[in-house]
């Protein structure tokens, strides 16, 4: 199962964001195997119009079946619903703890 995280810096301790456009980064992080992980520098969290339809398609592209994230814009959870992708709404926290809360016995190798 593949999960993007988006997130405010990088490393165990970054902040999950609080919207999908204002992430500097989506990582993905495939909980089945732990060498196929990707960073991905968000371009767009200063572009207005548009940007949370590209981000979608992305992430959907990417084979994300999770995305974790404080919210998402409505475009953007309209194209993750139609790609049965599950939104996780998080409105605090780091990449660690999200890793000890939805992972506790085969937590995945973090990279970034």
């Known amino acids: 199962m593949k999960t993007a995280i988006c997130v405010l810096g990088y490393g165990?301790?970054?902040v999950i964001a609080s919207t999908l456009l204002k992430a500097e980064y989506y990582i993905v992080i495939d909980s089945?195997?732990?060498?196929?992980q990707e960073k991905i520098v968000n371009h767009y969290n200063n572009v207005s119009t548009g940007a949370d339809i590209f981000i979608s398609q992305l992430l959907i592209s990417k084979g994300v079946n999770i995305v974790v994230c404080g919210s998402c814009e409505n475009n953007a959870l309209k194209l993750f619903k139609e790609a049965n992708v599950e939104i996780l709404n998080?409105?605090?926290g780091s990449v660690s703890e999200y890793l000890n809360s939805f992972y506790p016995k085969n937590k995945p190798m973090f990279y970034y």
């Open 12 to 14: 165990l301790n970054a």
């Open 32 to 36: 089945e195997n732990d060498a196929n």
């Open 90 to 92: 998080i409105v605090s």
